[in-house]
């Protein structure tokens, strides 16, 4: 790739807009509409886990996503028009919320609908935007890169959410619909500034860009297979199927929570998820801030990062499950910024671990690993907020305590991210002599484009 084909900071961030607004829509699907369906509307919380569920189900299409905007060539389209999908799907699912109101199973019809939107909107928009990236920035940058993306969606959530509690008040399903209107508008209206020739700038795709993936289309079941037999790669995607179901599962209950266990109103709720992703956002710019020191080893390696969120993650949960039983005294604001706090470490750490990792093993299957842990983090991510709710559910109906449900949900999840903490504290080490034979089989690094292998128990290849 020719210089001039690259991005520099001010496209990245360009790019991260797009991600901030992106996030900016879907964090009122996965907290403020999913309160008003479970508090307000007294609907189950299997409800909104159902939908949540179908939005990441639609996304296992992603991998189709990115293979059809290189056979075009041009991402500039995928992402424009995912976001117009996305927008006009949060739009849709807050008109069905309130027509659930009085027609219940038709707003249910439209609200499957609106995820489907949703959901196809964020794997279009997301997914090209990833490639784009993969193709545009320098490898040396992709690293800081991805994290500068990711803390921009996290502010998206901040604003957002920040924004809709001011303006939610006193709340109405009127007011919801306006609002969640004016949110999806401002997004699109950002994503199209941000986009406004940003591609043209870089050189035009090459036919390498248009045809690289067309050629190796028949090999994708056994380029799967291969990652797979890799065992590191195998291992992180367990790692993510398991930490990812952990930090799934509050994001469906925490609002009702609030607002059942703590009598919070939907907008003070939506304030509390803002100052969530405050501590997630403050945790992913201290990891950040850090992130060189990490990978030289002088403040510890990006493996013992990685495992020390997951036991913070463990803790603020276990805190969490306990703060109901309290009562108002318990200071939940400070309880849920800390567990935002961990979260953002365990994200960012992960993240960089994802990033050297993925160029690691054999060569040119940089964009096959990234698919695979994509893959398993939408699955955990959805699966994580549907057993959430329906555990809620099941719970209450069993003991007829919504204070009993809620707390031991968030002590199931603090087991999880105990057992998230033992796999990440294995990936990075030395294979066992069997696995060993296996890399052995992969070409060299010295002939084959310089990727060590995933068994080399270096510090730039660690959690």
Same mark, same amino acid.
């Given at each position: 790739?020719?210089?001039?084909?690259?991005?520099?900071?001010?496209?990245?961030?360009?790019?991260?807009?797009?991600?901030?607004?992106?996030?900016?829509?879907?964090?009122?699907?996965?907290?403020?509409?999913?309160?008003?369906?479970?508090?307000?509307?007294?609907?189950?919380?299997?409800?909104?886990?159902?939908?949540?569920?179908?939005?990441?189900?639609?996304?296992?299409?992603?991998?189709?996503?990115?293979?059809?905007?290189?056979? %075009?060539?041009?991402?500039?389209?995928?992402?424009?028009?995912?976001?117009?999908?996305?927008?006009?799907?949060?739009?849709?699912?807050?008109?069905?919320?309130?027509?659930?109101?009085?027609?219940?199973?038709?707003?249910?019809?439209?609200?499957?609908?609106?995820?489907?939107?949703?959901?196809?909107? =964020?794997?279009?928009?997301?997914?090209?935007?990833?490639?784009?990236?993969?193709?545009?920035?320098?490898?040396?940058?992709?690293?800081?890169?991805?994290?500068?993306?990711?803390?921009?969606?996290?502010?998206?959530?901040?604003?957002?959410?920040?924004?809709?509690?001011?303006? &939610?008040?006193?709340?109405?399903?009127?007011?919801?619909?306006? =609002?969640?209107?004016?949110?999806?508008?401002?997004?699109?209206?950002?994503?199209?500034?941000?986009?406004?020739?940003?591609?043209?700038?870089?050189?035009?795709?090459?036919?390498?860009?248009? %045809?690289?993936?067309?050629?190796?289309?028949?090999?994708?079941?056994?380029?799967?297979?291969?990652?797979?037999?890799?065992?590191?790669?195998?291992?992180?995607?367990?790692?993510?199927?398991?930490?990812?179901?952990?930090?799934?599962?509050?994001?469906?209950?925490?609002?009702?929570?609030?607002?059942?266990?703590?009598?919070?109103?939907?907008?003070?709720?939506?304030? &509390?998820?803002?100052?969530?992703?405050?501590?997630?956002?403050?945790?992913?710019?201290?990891?950040?801030?850090?992130?060189?020191?990490?990978? %030289?080893?002088?403040?510890?390696?990006?493996?013992?990062?990685?495992?020390?969120?997951? &036991?913070?993650?463990?803790?603020?949960?276990?805190?969490?499950?306990?703060?109901?039983?309290?009562?108002?005294?318990?200071?939940?604001?400070?309880?849920?910024?800390?567990?935002?706090?961990?979260?953002?470490?365990?994200?960012?750490?992960?993240?960089?671990?994802?990033?050297?990792?993925?160029?690691?093993?054999?060569?040119?299957?940089?964009?096959?690993?990234?698919?695979?842990?994509?893959?398993?983090?939408?699955?955990?991510?959805?699966?994580?907020?549907?057993?959430?709710?329906?555990?809620?559910?099941?719970?209450?109906?069993?003991?007829?305590?919504?204070?009993?449900?809620?707390?031991?949900?968030?002590?199931?999840?603090?087991?999880?991210?105990?057992?998230?903490?033992?796999?990440?504290?294995?990936? %990075?080490?030395?294979?066992?002599?069997?696995?060993?034979?296996?890399?052995?089989?992969?070409?060299?690094?010295?002939?084959?484009?310089?990727?060590?292998?995933?068994?080399?128990?270096?510090?730039?290849?660690?959690?």
């Amino acid at each position: 790739m020719q210089g001039s084909s690259r991005l520099g900071w001010f496209g990245i961030f360009r790019l991260g807009l797009v991600q901030a607004s992106l996030g900016a829509i879907v964090v009122l699907d996965t907290s403020v509409i999913n309160r008003v369906m479970q508090v307000e509307l007294a609907l189950p919380a299997m409800l909104p886990g159902v939908l949540i569920g179908i939005h990441y189900a639609v996304q296992m299409m992603r991998p189709r996503m990115g293979y059809g905007s290189d056979l %075009g060539g041009r991402h500039t389209p995928w992402i424009l028009g995912g976001m117009a999908v996305l927008a006009s799907g949060g739009v849709l699912a807050a008109v069905a919320t309130a027509l659930a109101a009085t027609h219940l199973i038709a707003g249910i019809a439209l609200a499957m609908l609106a995820f489907v939107a949703i959901g196809l909107g =964020v794997g279009a928009c997301g997914t090209v935007l990833l490639v784009l990236m993969a193709k545009r920035v320098p490898e040396g940058r992709r690293s800081a890169a991805a994290t500068m993306i990711w803390i921009m969606m996290i502010a998206g959530f901040i604003i957002s959410t920040a924004v809709a509690g001011q303006m &939610l008040d006193p709340f109405s399903l009127q007011r919801l619909i306006e =609002v969640t209107a004016w949110i999806g508008g401002g997004a699109m209206l950002m994503t199209l500034i941000a986009m406004f020739r940003l591609e043209a700038s870089c050189a035009a795709p090459t036919e390498n860009d248009r %045809g690289a993936q067309a050629q190796e289309a028949p090999a994708f079941g056994r380029a799967i297979r291969q990652i797979w037999d890799e065992p590191q790669a195998r291992l992180f995607t367990i790692f993510v199927f398991v930490s990812m179901l952990a930090y799934g599962a509050q994001d469906l209950i925490l609002e009702p929570f609030a607002g059942v266990v703590f009598g919070m109103t939907p907008g003070e709720s939506t304030l &509390l998820s803002s100052t969530q992703n405050k501590g997630v956002l403050l945790g992913m710019l201290l990891i950040g801030i850090v992130c060189s020191s990490l990978v %030289g080893g002088r403040l510890g390696s990006v493996r013992a990062w990685t495992v020390g969120g997951c &036991l913070a993650s463990a803790l603020t949960l276990a805190l969490l499950s306990i703060g109901g039983s309290v009562g108002t005294e318990w200071p939940l604001e400070a309880n849920v910024f800390a567990l935002g706090l961990a979260n953002g470490v365990y994200a960012v750490a992960a993240i960089t671990s994802m990033m050297q990792l993925a160029g690691a093993g054999r060569a040119r299957r940089e964009g096959v690993r990234m698919g695979l842990w994509g893959a398993s983090q939408a699955i955990a991510m959805g699966l994580g907020m549907f057993l959430g709710t329906v555990a809620v559910d099941v719970v209450r109906g069993i003991f007829g305590s919504p204070l009993g449900a809620f707390a031991s949900v968030f002590a199931a999840q603090a087991v999880i991210f105990l057992a998230a903490a033992a796999l990440a504290a294995r990936i %990075g080490q030395p294979a066992p002599a069997r696995a060993s034979a296996v890399e052995r089989s992969v070409p060299s690094s010295s002939g084959g484009g310089g990727h060590p292998s995933l068994s080399a128990p270096s510090d730039r290849h660690v959690i």
